[in-house]
């Protein structure tokens, strides 16, 4: 990425600002050189490239289509459309290497078992939805193996299992049998001593020995739970699960018989419940392919959630002459498919597909997806529900998910992104003086000379100290606060550049923080982002995944406002809310400030928003009424109306106020919020108080979370109350 790209010309009609770094650092490689300029040549050509459906097949415009290798295709893709990279990597993947490194074969424990012995394990890599247990035990049961002959045993490990699985391990070595061992993640500091018994017993182990393990990746790909030579030395099976709707759906109604179905006295009921049940696991297990829009967090949810949900759900119908769907709803969503959720809003998510799914019109046609009904469960068996699936299920899509289309290629996307972090990981800085020694202090220079000077502290607390005691004392706490976070920041940045540059020059030895840093600038990563990293900038900073210019390029922004806010500590008409380190502060000085005014409780005081006609937040020249305007807010998932298309423009205490949730554009994947009215407001009755903030329970008002990130889950900040005219279970 360039640092400094310059002008895009006419490009900027239809290029994004993020993109034009991106071509133009293209241009230090030979063969794209002038790129930039040859694009602004042929907009109208190049844009219809970037619109493209298959950008990777489509033809490139002037002579790049002859010059450009299918290599470099995919370069030009990481710039321009990294939704279409991964498609375009299959493909030359698959016509350097072969079919067999892109097409996953079926996973086959009979052809699995073969390759093992009785001085090989079988390491189980365990994943959302997947469970090795069946598969060892119907193998164990076709060869002799099993708990009544006594030759088999499965422990899963936890405190208090070391001892039982160190006596089976030795007695079943000697005398024959299989140990499964699962959860091994949750015993790090015993598996060493598993490994050393291991390669003990194998020296004369029994012919029918066998030792299956099992245990989840660790949560971040650069840690190890597990001794790198226990994995060398087995056979290491990754069977992970599938995340289309039809793959899941087939394999939940698998799950399940024909005689089981027509023996249940409800058949009918039971019939169109369970096949709704399939549908709602399929949904919520291939939501995790779309990252944190899918899941805010990552949950463990499993074909034993489905069997134990469709074992309530018969005796429920079984004991009851109607079927009570409000206990059904409240047994899947809060205790067994809830049972996984940590995240608030994830359990809104799950509870909002169960109030959508199970119902009584699931006996009248309910569409379970877009083009897809509830079959008809009086004309259909066990085996006509599949062939129905076969027949009648769409293509898989992010609308089948209740998802905008945007969010498959913010899934791309980020996908993308993910394989490059991973390959620049890999890479790694290599030697500051002999690879990218030139570059790196190139990009110090550049830090160094941008870089602010501090806050005067002194000055600004001198300035401060009067208007503490007023009315808007609260905020200029949070611009002290704010300024005092930022030269934290500015001077361990300084430090640490300064500390490099030395040590490039002999005069400080490379510490391990210093090699560190170069290793961030190489790749272009926040120094300190990885958890390994002895760099301090992360720990300094506030929440972020961009990289290390962008981020470097944000610090600066948010380093504007504070001098203008520090000057003589006036609050702005407009506050960039995702600029502050804690833009919770903020709210809350909101609440104290109202409730010094109005002489209300605070602790009987929360915040709602209301969306202005403001585009700009230059044009607001006032202090709305018992609240503040913030701005620089980006809605995922859905966008918000502008000018004519907002419909009729409200007056809430002299603030215009318009608009509602509609539908996203596509490809317009983090489309920005007007100014927002932030009004401090006391808590009404018919509130529900929750650890997210208080739910209205109102049919036109959806409870939005607003995160400083779109990593989402521990970035929460506050709860946005947004106008929708349709369902609220829709967004």
């Not at 000697?174 to 194998?202: D, F, T, Y």
């Not at 409000?326 to 049972?339: P, Q, S």
């Not at 890999?426 to 030697?431: E, N, P």
């Amino acid at each position: 990425m360039s640092p400094d790209p310059g002008n895009m010309g006419p490009l900027h009609e239809w290029m994004s600002d993020s993109v034009w770094p991106k071509i133009k650092a293209l241009e230090g490689l030979k063969r794209f050189t002038g790129l930039g300029d040859n694009m602004q040549s042929d907009s109208d050509d190049w844009m219809a490239f970037f619109d493209s459906e298959m950008p990777e097949t489509a033809k490139l415009p002037g002579d790049y289509q002859r010059s450009l290798t299918s290599f470099d295709r995919l370069i030009l893709l990481r710039a321009l459309r990294p939704d279409r990279v991964t498609t375009a990597l299959k493909s030359y993947i698959e016509s350097v290497m072969g079919k067999d490194y892109i097409f996953q074969k079926p996973f086959d424990m009979v052809a699995t078992f073969a390759e093992t012995s009785n001085q090989i394990p079988t390491f189980f890599v365990l994943f959302p939805g997947v469970d090795p247990t069946p598969w060892v035990e119907s193998l164990g049961r076709e060869k002799g193996i099993n708990f009544e002959a006594g030759n088999y045993k499965n422990i899963s490990m936890g405190q208090g299992q070391e001892k039982p699985a160190e006596a089976v391990i030795e007695t079943f070595a000697k005398n024959g049998g299989w140990v499964m061992l699962q959860n091994c993640h949750l015993m790090q500091s015993w598996v060493p001593k598993l490994e050393r018994l291991l390669e003990v017993v194998q020296e004369n182990a029994h012919p029918d020995f066998r030792c299956f393990l099992s245990a989840e990746p660790p949560p971040i790909p650069t840690w190890k739970n597990m001794p790198e030579s226990l994995m060398q030395g087995s056979v290491k099976v990754a069977n992970e699960a599938p995340a289309d709707i039809k793959s899941n759906l087939t394999r939940g109604w698998a799950n399940f018989s024909h005689d089981r179905i027509e023996n249940c006295p409800k058949k009918t009921e039971f019939k169109a419940c369970l096949f709704s049940l399939c549908w709602f696991h399929s949904i919520v297990l291939g939501r995790r392919r779309f990252g944190q829009q899918g899941w805010s967090r990552k949950y463990s949810f499993n074909t034993g959630d489905l069997t134990i949900c469709a074992n309530v759900l018969q005796a429920y119908l079984e004991a009851n002459p109607v079927v009570p769907w409000d206990d059904i709803r409240y047994i899947f969503g809060e205790i067994m498919y809830g049972g996984h959720i940590t995240d608030a809003w994830d359990r809104r998510t799950c509870n909002s597909y169960l109030t959508v799914l199970i119902n009584d019109k699931l006996f009248s046609g309910l569409e379970l997806g877009p083009g897809f009904r509830s079959p008809d469960p009086k004309s259909l068996d066990y085996e006509g529900y599949i062939q129905y699936v076969e027949d009648f299920l769409p293509p898989d899509a992010p609308t089948m998910f209740g998802l905008h289309p945007n969010a498959e290629i913010g899934y791309l996307t980020n996908w993308t992104a993910s394989i490059f972090d991973t390959i620049l990981g890999l890479g790694g800085a290599g030697d500051v003086a002999s690879s990218g020694g030139s570059a790196v202090k190139e990009s110090m220079d550049y830090f160094l000379k941008t870089l602010p000077e501090n806050f005067q502290m002194v000055t600004i607390q001198d300035t401060a100290a009067p208007l503490l005691e007023q009315e808007s004392g609260p905020f200029v706490v949070v611009a002290l606060q704010e300024c005092k976070r930022m030269n934290v920041l500015l001077s361990e940045i300084r430090r640490s550049l300064i500390e490099l540059d030395k040590g490039m020059k002999g005069q400080l030895n490379m510490s391990q923080a210093m090699e560190d840093l170069v290793t961030a600038i190489t790749i272009n990563q926040w120094p300190g982002r990885n958890p390994f990293s002895q760099c301090g900038w992360e720990k300094k900073a506030w929440p972020s995944m961009k990289n290390l210019l962008s981020q470097f390029a944000d610090m600066l922004l948010r380093i504007d406002q504070l001098k203008i806010w520090s000057t003589d500590l006036v609050t702005p008409y407009s506050v960039w809310l995702p600029g502050l380190f804690n833009p919770t502060a903020y709210l809350t000085a909101v609440m104290q400030v109202t409730a010094r005014r109005t002489k209300a409780p605070l602790d009987q005081m929360t915040t709602e928003t209301h969306v202005t006609t403001y585009l700009k937040h230059s044009d607001i020249d006032y202090y709305p009424k018992d609240g503040a305007f913030i701005h620089g807010l980006f809605i995922e998932g859905a966008r918000w109306p502008i000018g004519d298309e907002a419909g009729d423009v409200e007056d809430l205490n002299g603030t215009p106020i318009a608009g509602y949730l509609v539908d996203g554009r596509l490809k317009e994947l983090l489309p920005p919020l007007p100014v927002i009215y932030v009004k401090a407001v006391p808590v009404q009755p018919s509130w529900e108080p929750s650890a997210v903030g208080y739910l209205r329970h109102t049919n036109d008002i959806y409870e939005c979370p607003v995160y400083i990130t779109s990593f989402r889950g521990p970035t929460y900040v506050f709860l946005a109350t947004l106008k929708t005219a349709e369902s609220k279970n829709k967004w």
